[in-house]
């Protein structure tokens, strides 16, 4: 189950033309999809729908399913919005076999302003068919004027494919977008639902399968599985390295965290507990020796391994040569310390795991990190991910995937961007890239400290034997999953702190 780009879909709608199914074929199917959704919401025969629709294929879409729908014996006015001139063959070809399989059904709007009372009356449903995933300009002041009409009207809406207005890629509000409480998505989830306006617009996201080829995703460069509920549930426990009975704190494995001076405690104590409520036998903890005493109290599972600021190298030479992972950013200031420790950990062989501090030194010096010896994932959030890629943070939030794929493309690493929505892209070792779009969550994950029990949790699986990018893709569902748990309402959602999220993991 994948989420396309607008680009993606309409490859993908290309492919399969081209291998032999008519382009009126997958019309058919997209509406009869759409009917059967509508059927069950709408029993009753004496429904009155409106069903509107634009000059392109969408409008092809609507003219389908008004067909389709007066065929069953609904009540069914549609109305056009547009330029007629600008039609393109697909909604021309539906208009005709509408003229004539009903030839006493007119369709408002054509005929020009005489048509108001259509728009007008008043509807059960409302079918937005204006623009599909092809819109990528601001709508002109007419088009923004209508669809806020439309959204102020009563009756349950219902958007073919995407909202009318809505970018189908980035998710952006084209100055106005068709409120739907339910969409009904056509082969493909499109990654603009996922972003920014598109979770309030589309509502609840149905998908419809219109029969596209298989075989060209293979040529989609811009697609992403979608991580749910439902694919964690199904792949969890085959996925992850099993405990067993016959064990010890050894067979799970030891997880580093690296704090420097000044740095924030309670980022790396978050990240310690989170390891091992994910599982790891082991937590140390490598840090100023003026900090013993409360890593001590704070966490007493964790092994904790001071260290002297003149001896900095050689006491983290020694400290990694028992560890299974490495983590480095929470807690980590960003000064000549914190420098000399992440140039350490990347010219060595210990995985590791880096976020916040470590990202933004990694963002001074990118060249060390291209060169770096050891396996990683990283896990930025926008801002810190607008500074790995020399950008503005608004620039990154809109094109969340793009710079996902090519800053992981280019420096060959696994990473996540994490976000209300978080992108992940794996990096295997042929070096073929794979983007995930992570939907498990929700937004009491909106609190200082998630990020570090993330990490931690990441960090905690590396440990205990997982791939790096099983250990990336799995954690971040993980933590995801953990938020669910505790914040099953509202309430629980607002009140949710980061401890909340460790209490709940697994």
Same mark, same amino acid.
Request: charged share 20%.
């Given at each position: 189950?994948?989420?396309?780009?607008?680009?993606?879909?309409?490859?993908?709608?290309?492919?399969?033309?081209?291998?032999?199914?008519p382009s009126a074929?997958?019309?058919?199917?997209?509406?009869?999809?759409?009917?059967?959704?509508?059927?069950? %919401?709408?029993?009753?025969? &004496?429904?009155?729908?409106?069903?509107?629709?634009?000059?392109?294929?969408?409008? $092809?879409?609507?003219?389908?399913?008004?067909?389709?729908?007066?065929?069953? $014996?609904?009540?069914?006015?549609i109305y056009f919005?547009?330029? *007629?001139?600008?039609?393109?063959?697909?909604?021309?070809?539906?208009?005709?076999?509408?003229?004539?399989?009903?030839?006493?059904?007119?369709?408002?709007?054509?005929?020009?302003?005489?048509?108001?009372?259509?728009?007008?009356?008043?509807?059960?449903?409302?079918?937005?068919?204006?623009?599909?995933?092809?819109?990528?300009?601001?709508?002109?002041?007419?088009?923004? /004027?209508?669809?806020?009409?439309?959204? &102020?009207?009563?009756?349950?809406?219902?958007?073919?494919?995407?909202?009318?207005?809505?970018?189908?890629?980035?998710?952006?509000?084209?100055?106005?977008?068709?409120?739907?409480?339910?969409?009904?998505?056509?082969?493909?989830?499109?990654?603009?639902?996922?972003?920014?306006?598109?979770? +309030?617009?589309?509502?609840?996201?149905?998908?419809?399968?219109?029969?596209?080829?298989?075989?060209?995703?293979?040529?989609?460069?811009?697609?992403?599985?979608?991580?749910?509920?439902?694919?964690?549930?199904?792949?969890?426990?085959?996925? %992850?390295?099993?405990?067993?009975?016959?064990?010890?704190?050894?067979?799970?494995?030891?997880?580093?965290?690296?704090?420097? &001076?000044?740095?924030?405690?309670?980022?790396?104590?978050?990240?310690?507990?989170?390891?091992?409520?994910?599982?790891?036998?082991?937590? /140390?903890?490598?840090?100023?020796?003026?900090?013993?005493?409360?890593?001590?109290?704070?966490?007493?599972?964790?092994?904790?391994v001071p260290y002297?600021?003149?001896?900095?190298?050689?006491?983290?030479?020694?400290?990694?040569?028992?560890?299974?992972?490495?983590? %480095?950013?929470?807690?980590?200031?960003?000064?000549?310390?914190?420098?000399?420790?992440? /140039?350490?950990?990347?010219?060595? &062989?210990?995985? +590791?795991?880096?976020? +916040? $501090?470590?990202?933004?030194?990694?963002?001074?010096?990118?060249?060390?990190?291209?060169?770096?010896?050891?396996?990683?994932? *990283?896990?930025?959030?926008?801002?810190?991910?607008?500074?790995?890629?020399?950008?503005?943070?608004?620039?990154?939030?809109?094109?969340?995937?793009?710079?996902?794929?090519?800053?992981?493309?280019?420096?060959?690493?696994?990473?996540?961007?994490?976000?209300?929505?978080?992108? *992940?892209?794996?990096?295997?070792?042929?070096?073929?890239?794979?983007?995930?779009?992570?939907?498990?969550?929700?937004?009491?994950?909106?609190?200082?400290?998630?990020?570090?029990?993330?990490?931690?949790?990441?960090?905690?699986?590396?440990?205990?034997?997982?791939?790096?990018?099983?250990?990336?893709?799995?954690?971040?569902?993980?933590? $995801?999953?953990?938020?669910?748990?505790?914040?099953?309402?509202?309430?629980?959602?607002?009140?949710?702190? +980061?401890?909340?999220?460790?209490?709940?993991?697994?």
């Amino acid at each position: 189950m994948y989420a396309l780009t607008s680009k993606g879909m309409q490859y993908m709608d290309e492919y399969t033309i081209n291998t032999g199914i008519p382009s009126a074929v997958l019309m058919e199917n997209a509406a009869k999809g759409v009917v059967d959704k509508l059927v069950k %919401l709408f029993p009753d025969k &004496s429904s009155r729908f409106l069903v509107v629709c634009g000059p392109g294929n969408n409008g $092809g879409d609507a003219v389908c399913v008004a067909r389709w729908l007066l065929h069953l $014996g609904y009540q069914v006015n549609i109305y056009f919005i547009g330029n *007629i001139e600008k039609a393109s063959q697909e909604f021309g070809r539906q208009v005709k076999i509408l003229a004539k399989a009903y030839p006493s059904e007119q369709i408002a709007g054509m005929r020009g302003a005489g048509d108001a009372d259509v728009i007008q009356a008043e509807y059960d449903c409302i079918i937005d068919g204006i623009f599909g995933i092809g819109l990528n300009k601001r709508l002109g002041y007419n088009y923004v /004027k209508f669809i806020e009409y439309l959204n &102020s009207k009563s009756g349950y809406k219902v958007a073919l494919d995407v909202p009318s207005g809505l970018n189908a890629t980035t998710g952006e509000s084209m100055d106005a977008v068709f409120l739907a409480d339910m969409t009904v998505t056509f082969a493909n989830y499109k990654t603009g639902m996922f972003f920014a306006d598109g979770v +309030a617009a589309c509502g609840d996201i149905e998908l419809v399968d219109i029969g596209t080829v298989e075989s060209g995703y293979d040529k989609v460069q811009d697609k992403l599985f979608i991580c749910d509920n439902e694919f964690l549930d199904s792949t969890l426990d085959d996925a %992850l390295v099993r405990r067993t009975e016959q064990s010890h704190k050894g067979t799970y494995g030891s997880v580093g965290i690296v704090v420097s &001076s000044n740095g924030m405690l309670g980022a790396s104590m978050l990240a310690a507990k989170a390891a091992y409520r994910t599982g790891c036998g082991l937590v /140390k903890i490598f840090c100023p020796s003026k900090y013993t005493g409360f890593f001590n109290v704070s966490i007493p599972e964790a092994v904790v391994v001071p260290y002297k600021s003149d001896d900095v190298v050689g006491a983290l030479a020694d400290f990694m040569k028992k560890l299974d992972v490495v983590l %480095l950013g929470p807690g980590l200031k960003e000064d000549s310390t914190g420098r000399l420790l992440i /140039k350490q950990i990347l010219a060595g &062989s210990v995985p +590791a795991v880096l976020d +916040a $501090g470590a990202l933004n030194l990694i963002a001074k010096n990118l060249k060390t990190f291209r060169k770096r010896k050891c396996e990683c994932v *990283i896990t930025p959030h926008v801002g810190e991910m607008a500074k790995l890629c020399g950008e503005d943070t608004k620039i990154i939030q809109k094109n969340r995937i793009g710079f996902t794929r090519k800053f992981s493309e280019k420096f060959q690493v696994s990473m996540v961007l994490k976000s209300d929505k978080s992108v *992940i892209s794996l990096i295997d070792k042929r070096k073929r890239q794979s983007l995930y779009l992570n939907t498990v969550g929700n937004s009491g994950l909106a609190t200082a400290g998630s990020g570090d029990v993330q990490a931690g949790v990441i960090a905690s699986l590396i440990a205990q034997g997982n791939t790096v990018n099983d250990s990336l893709l799995y954690g971040t569902m993980l933590h $995801g999953r953990a938020a669910e748990k505790f914040g099953e309402d509202e309430a629980s959602r607002r009140k949710m702190m +980061a401890g909340d999220i460790v209490e709940n993991l697994f």
